[in-house]
């Protein structure tokens, strides 16, 4: 089968071989239905063109789109923007497109997304972890197409799921100040916790300071996710009765690196007087003073989990459901 993505440099290979298009998917997917003069005509102008037919084109059906539905939070955030990069790139080697959504972290705009595009009738599905509404999960369980949930492995996905422990990133990073001797923590997350993984972070964070002996942790959400909010969250620490913490973990490193930048500006000492963990690792964690030490998502590796899945999924559609653990790292730097 040709799709539309595809079409023009069929047709190119087409035209250079003087004959149809129907000729050229047949030479290329099935050699043998075809007269060895056209099969040779049609070999040597796609590999002069450098054209290649899609290896999953001939496994889709005829009803499916070679589109696969991305639906994510934000762009805005570093962390999906990298993983749908590596996702689109390995798609596209394939010969599949991918078209993108984001809800904002709105469940109503995640619905109307998710319905606008299985109108398209996507050869694949991906979403953003495994907490949704009832409405998304009913689209989910009824989209005729294979699955995918991202960036989450805690619950019960609807098909497969491609991601990391929330939850123990969030123990990860308790037990790193734990370890420091730290025992008065925070853990600081965006507003309201509209983000389902920074509270699945935050509620394990906050299990684990609980069971460790003369040891406390509080929550606090700051204002926003920006370097600013992390910098009127270390005044308000600073001013909480009996004193600073003496360890907090951010929700997002833009939040932590404001935190590092007030602090010195208040001549706090870090880690001295507390100690700093971030979550995500952008670019400049390592060049803060101190440098942040922070969790480090695999966020290519998800988008390159993701992609060779879907296309072994679309390659045979018999193939089971998957659960990959891409896992979290903690890189330990001078704040922690």
């Keep these: 089968?040709?799709?539309?993505?595809?079409?023009?440099?069929?047709?190119?290979?087409?035209?250079?071989?003087?004959?149809?298009?129907?000729?050229?998917?047949?030479?290329?997917?099935?050699?043998?239905?075809?007269?060895?003069?056209?099969?040779?005509?049609?070999?040597?102008?796609?590999?002069?063109?450098?054209?290649?037919?899609?290896?999953?084109?001939?496994?889709?059906?005829?009803?499916?789109?070679?589109?696969?539905?991305?639906?994510?939070?934000?762009?805005?955030?570093?962390?999906?923007?990298?993983?749908?990069?590596?996702?689109?790139?390995?798609?596209?080697?394939?010969?599949?497109?991918?078209?993108?959504?984001?809800?904002?972290?709105?469940?109503?705009?995640?619905?109307r997304i998710l319905e606008a595009m299985l109108h398209w009738k996507?050869?694949?599905?991906?979403?953003?972890?495994?907490?949704?509404?009832?409405?998304?999960?009913?689209?989910?369980?009824?989209?005729?197409?294979?699955?995918?949930?991202?960036?989450?492995?805690?619950?019960?996905?609807?098909?497969?799921a491609v991601g990391f422990s929330n939850a123990e990133a969030g123990r990860l990073a308790a037990q790193t100040l734990l370890r420091r001797g730290c025992r008065d923590l925070v853990y600081v997350t965006p507003p309201n916790a509209v983000d389902p993984r920074a509270a699945a972070r935050a509620g394990a964070f906050l299990q684990t300071v609980s069971v460790t002996d003369d040891a406390r942790a509080r929550h606090l959400r700051a204002v926003d996710r920006?370097?600013?909010?992390?910098?009127?969250?270390?005044?308000?620490?600073?001013?909480?009765?009996?004193g600073p913490p003496d360890g907090i973990a951010f929700s997002g490193d833009a939040l932590a690196m404001g935190a590092l930048f007030e602090a010195q500006r208040l001549e706090l000492s870090v880690p001295e007087r507390i100690a700093v963990?971030?979550?995500?690792?952008?670019?400049?964690?390592?060049?803060?003073?101190?440098?942040?030490?922070?969790?480090?998502p695999a966020h290519d590796r998800i988008g390159q989990e993701l992609a060779a899945h879907i296309i072994a999924r679309l390659a045979d559609p018999g193939r089971s459901a998957v659960r990959v653990d891409v896992g979290i790292d903690v890189v330990v730097r001078e704040s922690a």
Excluded at 43 to 64: K, V
Excluded at 136 to 142: I, R, T, W
Excluded at 226 to 242: K, N, V
Excluded at 277 to 296: I, M, N, S
């Design 122 to 160: 996507p050869a694949a599905m991906v979403v953003t972890g495994l907490n949704h509404s009832r409405r998304v999960l009913a689209l989910l369980a009824g989209a005729n197409c294979p699955v995918f949930e991202m960036w989450d492995i805690d619950g019960h996905p609807v098909d497969s």
């Design 226 to 242: 920006t370097a600013g909010a992390g910098a009127d969250a270390i005044r308000c620490l600073i001013d909480l009765d009996g």
């Design 1 to 111: 089968m040709s799709d539309t993505f595809a079409a023009a440099r069929m047709a190119d290979v087409a035209k250079l071989a003087g004959v149809s298009l129907a000729s050229v998917s047949r030479a290329l997917r099935a050699p043998d239905s075809v007269s060895p003069g056209t099969r040779d005509r049609v070999q040597r102008a796609a590999a002069r063109l450098g054209y290649t037919p899609s290896p999953i084109a001939g496994s889709l059906s005829a009803t499916c789109a070679p589109l696969v539905g991305v639906v994510m939070p934000s762009m805005a955030n570093a962390f999906f923007a990298r993983s749908f990069q590596v996702l689109s790139e390995g798609l596209e080697r394939a010969g599949l497109r991918t078209m993108p959504g984001f809800h904002e972290y709105d469940d109503t705009r995640e619905a």
């Design 277 to 296: 963990v971030g979550y995500g690792d952008l670019e400049f964690a390592g060049y803060t003073v101190p440098a942040l030490t922070t969790l480090r």
